[in-house]
């Protein structure tokens, strides 16, 4: 199986075709709603003022982004005698929620990547293309499975939007993921909904 | 003198958010094999079925969405519920503390996690209901899933787009339409908690009540029993397969009930229930207590 490692390249992109399995390696950060919307907002389309640590972070994010990997995930997480933080079950969250935000955030960030679950709409697909980047699915709900490809969590950034959804710096080692949105345009996604439209339109046809 | 159940429930949670019931694993124990060897959906199947073993060894939760608890607590007549009520957040906090359950309550005006998944009187839902004296205590806990609770519909019949009247063949046509649109968002494979009739708010619990029946269980009604497994078979005609893949499982069974409407209304609900389908009960007979 492929494996791939962050900082990811242009090239290693765009070598990447929908169905592929891949092993992710290397650093990323956890990134869901409130971290979607509070980047476009305040950094992206600035129509918010930034406040609190947000410029500190955004100096940050820039770095740990450029040619990394978004995980759209809202981990448990353990703390250990030591103040560690341990992820003890992460799989991905719904990605379609981010539709509106995440080609306008690989943009800004230079980020190469995005993992998640049940993928995503035109949009994303389109910025996959322009950036380029690929969308990774990871098993929805295979959440202790995944934290064991967690071997460590570097940091932590915005807890105030709690726990699932602050931005997380893990390392991961071997997580397991299908390439399912490529920057050729291919959507895994796009072809099932067209094929079980058609199946359905001949269900609802039937006589009952 | 009712007992301090505190720390029974708080095995109750641990137990539902690590461990999947037997009904359900099996099932999906069964889905994996149907899957073409190599495919993406087959992968996800075993990784499906990996993952269930090792929450259950290491305690941890099968998904990190731990869901919204939904506690159905049936009491022997003479019960306090306020008490019963106490006991259940308090257990529902320290299982947060110990990490069985993401901090999973964000209080939608102010935007603020609570921290403990307490919020407010509604979160966790509690439903209690009475029962004879000499019955023993039994509380039934689900998890539910937030990506599995947006792909849920809720259709007003007639819905002409789809051609579905207020007759059981509409019903048939809204809840594969809720299966087309929710691809694999929901979690596939999933299993469909179906109401029909009701209002808007009875129908949405009843569509979840339902589904703290074992799968495979039928309607006595032999017509709606039918019912169910066509939509089981006919879901599966989609090909949306584990996790919107592509591929032979897409559903793994069907639930339907019914509820008394308005002249005016006809609901039909479709709650579906991801693969990671969290369900335990727990029994307090005196100082016994039992878990399945």
């Known amino acids: 199986m492929k494996s791939v490692t962050t900082p990811i390249s242009d090239e290693t992109i765009r070598d990447l075709r929908v169905g592929e399995p891949v092993l992710l390696n290397g650093i990323m950060v956890t990134g869901r709603d409130a971290a979607h919307k509070w980047m476009i907002e305040t950094f992206v389309k600035k129509t918010k003022e930034p406040k609190g640590d947000d410029l500190q972070v955004y100096d940050a994010l820039k770095n740990l982004l450029n040619g990394s990997v978004i995980y759209h995930c809202g981990p448990v997480v353990a703390k250990d005698a030591q103040g560690e933080y341990r992820f003890l079950a992460a799989g991905p969250t719904t990605s379609i929620r981010e539709e509106p935000y995440q080609a306008d955030v690989m943009k800004h960030f230079n980020t190469k990547g995005v993992i998640g679950k049940g993928g995503m709409g035109a949009k994303t697909l389109r910025g996959c293309q322009e950036v380029p980047f690929v969308y990774f699915h990871a098993v929805g709900g295979a959440a202790s499975f995944i934290a064991q490809s967690v071997v460590k969590v570097h940091g932590v950034y915005k807890m105030e939007f709690g726990v699932p959804e602050a931005l997380w710096v893990i390392e991961v080692k071997d997580f397991p993921v299908v390439v399912t949105m490529d920057s050729q345009g291919g959507s895994q996604h796009a072809i099932v909904e067209e094929s079980s439209k058609k199946v359905l339109d001949d269900l609802l046809a039937k006589p009952y | ?292």
């Not at chain 2, 209080?107 to 209901?129: C, K, M, R, V, W």
């Not at chain 2, 929710?182 to 569509?207: E, N, W």
């Not at chain 2, 592509?246 to 009930?257: E, L, N, Q, R, Y």
């Not at chain 2, 991801?274 to 100082?287: E, H, I, L, N």
Request: contains cysteine.
């Open chain 2, 1 to 292: 003198m009712q007992p301090n159940l505190t720390d029974k429930i708080l095995e109750l949670i641990r137990r539902t958010s690590s461990s999947l019931p037997k009904d359900i694993e099996d099932r999906l124990r069964a889905a994996v094999e149907k899957e073409e060897p190599g495919s993406a959906a087959r992968g996800a199947m075993e990784t499906i079925v990996k993952n269930i073993e090792l929450s259950r060894e290491k305690s941890t939760p099968i998904c990190q969405d731990t869901g919204t608890p939904i506690f159905y607590v049936h009491y022997p007549e003479g019960w306090s519920t306020r008490r019963l009520r106490e006991q259940i957040r308090a257990a529902m906090a320290e299982s947060t503390a110990k990490s069985y359950m993401r901090p999973n309550a964000v209080d939608a005006i102010y935007d603020q996690n609570s921290g403990n998944n307490l919020g407010g009187d509604d979160f966790p839902t509690i439903h209690f209901e009475e029962v004879d004296a000499d019955q023993p205590l039994v509380i039934e806990l689900m998890l539910k899933g937030g990506g599995c609770e947006n792909v849920g519909r809720q259709y007003s019949l007639p819905a002409n787009d789809l051609g579905a009247g207020r007759d059981l063949a509409g019903v048939r046509k809204v809840v594969l339409d809720a299966v087309q649109k929710a691809q694999g968002q929901g979690c596939a494979p999933g299993v469909l908690g179906v109401a029909i009739g009701g209002d808007r708010g009875t129908s949405y619990a009843k569509s979840k009540e339902v589904l703290f029946d074992k799968v495979g269980t039928r309607n006595e009604n032999p017509e709606l029993a039918a019912l169910e497994e066509r939509l089981t078979e006919e879901a599966n005609q989609l090909g949306i397969g584990p996790m919107g893949f592509g591929g032979k499982t897409t559903v793994i069974d069907t639930k339907i009930t019914g509820l008394h409407r308005l002249p005016a209304s006809y609901f039909v609900t479709v709650s579906y229930m991801c693969w990671a389908y969290r369900r335990r009960k727990m029994t307090v007979t005196g100082d016994d207590v039992t878990y399945d």
